[in-house]
């Protein structure tokens, strides 16, 4: 099977766990592009966290955002899928996640967080993230407040908390609610509009490209990657992945530290 097109996920993926696309990921991304190849970021992340990667690699074009809430042609600003959460639903969330938790809202392209939340990263586990979020986010005084003060529909509203349980007591209040949870873990939830997830996103891009998705390789290590990982033709998952997303595989990556997407390319996807 000669595959068309590559879906990498970012974080513990394509990027290394110092954050950085390192030039062995960029120079086999380039090398797949040059010969008619799609590749693309299919993240958690908003465009905005994820737009100074695509400009690192020549010829990148696409990307999966938003846990798959958004697809987006980044030379156009075309739009090939968006879904949202109501603000109704936002509202009952935030109502219920107040106290000592980092909101992100994404919000028309943009992210959102508190001052006092990013000055205290380390709090929430979030220590590699700091300098992302200083240079590519909306910091202001209070997300819930302004959110409240403004109700928008939401892409995408991350919660991380301090301390483990916090998140499942929030989930537990929230979880018949019209929404995806497409990541969970005992300090954060992500939680995005109903049916929202990686594969839906991918699934929406190669119909614009007319790309069969028996076509597509995708490669991941978490949650959110899992049902992206079975809707593709050729599935692979990082070495520093979830026991879950492996068994899922076709293939096990080098870890993300060992330039592992590269290594998938230059077998998998290159002529």
Do not use: H
Not at 127 to 146: C, H, L, Q, T, W
Not at 185 to 207: D, M, P, Y
Request: aromatic share 8%; charged share 25%.
């Amino acid at each position: 099977m000669k595959y068309k097109l590559l879906a990498a996920d970012m974080d513990a993926t394509a990027l290394n766990s110092k954050k950085e696309l390192t030039p062995a990921n960029v120079n086999a991304m380039e090398k797949a592009i040059a010969q008619g190849k799609t590749v693309v970021f299919s993240t958690g992340r908003s465009i905005s966290l994820v737009k100074p990667y695509i400009d690192m690699v020549r010829g990148m074009r696409y990307a999966v955002t938003g846990s798959g809430a958004s697809v987006i042609d980044t030379q156009t600003g075309k739009k090939f899928l968006y879904e949202t959460i109501d603000p109704e639903t936002v509202k009952y969330i935030a109502a219920r996640a107040a106290g000592y938790v980092m909101p992100i809202f994404f919000i028309d392209d943009k992210t959102y967080s508190s001052a006092w939340c990013v000055d205290n990263c380390a709090d929430f586990g979030l220590s590699a993230y700091e300098p992302i979020y200083r240079k590519g986010m909306n910091i202001v005084d209070d997300a819930f407040a302004m959110f409240m003060a403004d109700p928008k529909p939401v892409e995408k509203l991350n919660l991380f908390f301090a301390a483990d349980g916090e998140a499942d007591a929030v989930y537990e209040q929230i979880k018949t609610l019209p929404v995806s949870i497409t990541s969970r873990t005992a300090r954060s939830l992500e939680i995005n509009a109903s049916g929202v997830s990686k594969a839906k996103g991918l699934r929406a891009l190669c119909g614009a490209l007319g790309i069969d998705m028996s076509e597509c390789i995708a490669i991941g290590d978490a949650q959110n990657d899992e049902e992206m990982l079975k809707a593709a033709g050729f599935k692979a998952a990082m070495a520093n992945g979830s026991d879950r997303v492996k068994a899922i595989a076709d293939v096990i990556a080098p870890d993300c530290d060992s330039n592992g997407v590269a290594a998938i390319i230059e077998q998998y996807l290159l002529d």
